[in-house]
């Protein structure tokens, strides 16, 4: 079982969710947590029966909302032991990122567009700790400026983060909105109306998290099946 966190405040609930039908659509088993203050999982993933706790089945992807920490969950679905092949952590707060021990997790991505707020909140939910995570930059931003690329180093210098050589950029389109917005009026998970920017940014994430050879298979799932 792997641990992926995806960290920081900017709005990255259906950026999670089409990575995790990606990896659902090559059988792997997975498992996204929304830990995160405003809870969206809770309002665009269809559940029967929703509590303050609870996890519920959404496109092959098992879905948890409410929980603290992983033990919380293993207590709720009766188990000692996870069996997921992938957890996907959705995470925008400093106590969460310790209670979920993001330091130990396999990969963890920063999320993030070049507003201040996202940038400066979102580097307080790493904190400062002894020793410098290796995190993977998730860039969000109309132009992709070096400019903004310097500036993020810069805020970061004092956060307890290095940063990864790769960087995935997802260049800001008003079509990809759209996209997401009719997916989630329809409660489904379809890539064929992003933009190839979005589904190249999908893609390098998802080949990143699966670290296998199946380059053909998920480029075909993203680019290809259009459902």
Excluded: H
């Amino acid at each position: 079982m792997k641990k992926i966190g995806f960290i920081g405040t900017y709005d990255k609930t259906d950026l999670i969710l089409y990575v995790a039908k990606v990896l659902a659509e090559v059988n792997k088993k997975v498992l996204v947590i929304d830990t995160t203050i405003l809870q969206k999982a809770r309002y665009i993933v269809p559940c029967i029966a929703p509590s303050k706790c609870y996890i519920t089945e959404y496109e092959k992807i098992d879905v948890a909302v409410g929980f603290n920490n992983l033990d919380e969950i293993k207590k709720y679905s009766g188990v000692d032991n996870l069996q997921y092949d992938f957890i996907l952590i959705d995470i925008d707060e400093n106590e969460n990122f310790k209670e979920y021990e993001m330091s130990k997790a396999n990969k963890n991505y920063f999320v993030t567009g070049f507003d201040s707020y996202s940038l400066k909140k979102g580097l307080e939910v790493i904190g400062k700790m002894d020793d410098k995570l290796l995190m993977t930059k998730v860039l969000f931003s109309q132009e992709m400026l070096e400019e903004e690329d310097d500036y993020l180093n810069f805020l970061s210098f004092y956060y307890s983060v290095r940063w990864d050589d790769k960087k995935i950029y997802f260049p800001y389109e008003s079509g990809d909105a759209s996209a997401i917005i009719e997916n989630q009026r329809t409660a489904r998970i379809r890539f064929k109306n992003l933009s190839d920017a979005y589904k190249e940014g999908l893609y390098a994430i998802a080949q990143d998290i699966i670290s296998e050879k199946n380059n053909g298979e998920i480029r075909k799932i993203i680019f290809k099946r259009g459902e």
